[in-house]
């Protein structure tokens, strides 16, 4: 069984940091064969969600604060694939969704690539966008009121 940490960019030391970005590369770069600027400035002010098995960093995602729209954003959802089908985006999504619940935050946003909009859609995630090309890669905008699940949760 797999464990979360959830850590601040000052908090991740040297090995915790280099794990992240390697996952990260190895999936957002080599696996998907999409050369881009996967470090965009934006982990210093994330919260990172780190899915561990053992010392193995098996998934993660980053949680970014409040932009301008008034949502706070989730996004780099990536898991090894030896791992995948096995729940941890899953786990990883609902402990970043009760995360900012928690924070008093009304509006998330994602961008997601397009073949997995059922899978975001799952927890609420709604298309504001049509779908348009990211570094070469079909992606939609989806955003979810966490109000609304939460009334959903609790019917």
Sequence with gaps: MYHTKWMAFDELDGARLYQLLKLRTDIFVVEQNCPYPELDN??????????????????????????????????????????????????????????????????????????????????GFKEISDVYLEDGIPHLDMQMSVKEVSKRLQE
């Design 42 to 123: 934006r982990d210093q002010e994330a919260l990172h969600g780190l899915a561990y098995d053992g010392e193995r960093l098996i998934g993660c995602l980053r949680i970014l604060p409040r932009k301008p729209s008034g949502a706070v954003a989730i996004g780099r959802v990536a898991v090894q694939t030896d791992y995948r089908s096995n729940g941890v985006a899953r786990r990883l999504l609902n402990e970043a969704i009760a995360h900012i619940q928690g924070q008093d935050e009304t509006l998330i946003d994602l961008q997601a690539q397009a073949h997995l909009k059922q899978f975001y859609g799952s927890f």
